[in-house]
């Protein structure tokens, strides 16, 4: 027992040069020879730089100790990494909007001013869907304080397109509607469910903003899908989540098609002239949120979705109006949803370009 307790403190030493021996051996990644900066930055901290980044990038433990770090931090303090702002009841919410207010409010309104005349002059008609941001509508989940900055620049945003006369669907409120039983946005993830989704679209059909269709379409309900929460890496990883209260997402999608008689959809098919077109970002991009399907039922319209997911709501618009498709077949309708927390983005409208009729 003497012996045991004797040696027992070279355990650890032992241990962790044991691993550290297989580790460079076994796992270790450096850098190749066309990684390696060969200028003078190379001289001034740029090689020592890229070998650290490597090396810890390619440590076997890396990602479950940064899970486990991460879990520990929410479990103890409440908080998560840059990005996400945590609320209450395991309630995500992120970053992006208590991003600060900027003074270019006007100057996007401005150039959605321009982007609507230059529909207007091709005979389209733009219709903007802000999306509020999820502080704005789960604030019970969160600070108000701490909501304050998203829900005024809804505000602004809103009364900004209403003195251009820009057509706006006031979405907020309809998704407000079940607050209550917190269905519009997803608890871990940045999205609107479903369920947001049809309350959406509803509310512009009722609005009077889009002329209903004569379009009579079934419902085909897929199987329920089950997704960890895009705002989850920001705190833990996939596989801790469940154990700091974070349970996968469930949504159940669904897809909608013209019943007997009516027009077939082609949806392989460009855009025609006179089309109702969905422009935006990965609220309709994405097909776990229905939103396309849900503005379907409730205009009674074919709608042509264009919307694209990690662009942010200004680039599809802006290669639309490049496109030969615009200058082609120029549409009847267009829907632009547009998450009001890219108004606060510096790089928005960044790289895009002047927009130029027929371009």
Do not use: C
């Given at each position: ?124 008609r733009l219709v903007i869907v802000p999306v509020p941001g999820k502080l704005d509508v789960h604030v019970a989940h969160a600070d ?216």
């Amino acid at each position: 027992m003497q012996f045991i307790l004797r040696h027992a403190r070279y355990a650890l030493p032992v241990a962790f040069f044991t691993y550290a021996a297989i580790f460079n051996l076994g796992y270790a990644r450096f850098p190749g020879a066309d990684e390696v900066p060969t200028d003078r930055t190379a001289l001034t901290g740029a090689l020592t730089a890229k070998l650290d980044e490597t090396y810890r990038k390619s440590l076997p433990h890396r990602d479950g100790a940064i899970g486990m770090m991460g879990a520990l931090r929410y479990l103890a303090v409440g908080e998560g990494r840059k990005g996400v702002v945590t609320g209450t009841d395991g309630w995500l919410f992120t970053a992006e909007e208590v991003r600060p207010l900027t003074d270019d409010l006007d100057s996007s309104l401005a150039r959605i001013a321009r982007i609507s005349g230059q529909l207007e002059a091709a005979g389209a008609r733009l219709v903007i869907v802000p999306v509020p941001g999820k502080l704005d509508v789960h604030v019970a989940h969160a600070d108000a304080e701490t909501a304050k900055g998203i829900a005024t620049l809804y505000d602004a945003f809103l009364s900004g397109l209403q003195d251009r006369d820009i057509p706006v669907l006031d979405s907020r409120d309809a998704l407000r509607v079940d607050a209550a039983r917190d269905v519009a946005f997803f608890r871990t993830d940045t999205h609107w469910t479903p369920v947001g989704a049809e309350h959406v679209a509803r509310a512009l059909a009722a609005s009077g903003l889009v002329e209903q269709g004569e379009t009579e379409f079934g419902i085909f309900t897929s199987a329920p899908v089950e997704f960890t929460g895009d705002l989850v890496s920001f705190v833990t990883s996939d596989r801790l989540a469940p154990l700091v209260g974070f349970q996968p997402e469930t949504a159940t999608p669904y897809t909608v098609s013209p019943k007997a008689g009516g027009d077939a959809l082609d949806i392989f098919a460009g855009t025609e002239a006179g089309a109702t077109l969905l422009i935006g970002t990965s609220y309709s991009a994405n097909p776990t949120f229905s939103f396309a399907e849900a503005l379907k039922l409730a205009l009674r319209r074919d709608v042509l979705n264009l919307a694209v997911e990690g662009r942010g709501p200004a680039q599809p618009m802006l290669d639309y109006l490049r496109s030969a498709d615009f200058r082609d077949a120029p549409p009847e309708l267009v829907i632009w949803e547009f998450p009001v927390r890219y108004l606060t983005d510096p790089a928005l409208w960044d790289a895009q370009g002047p927009v130029k009729s027929g371009a």
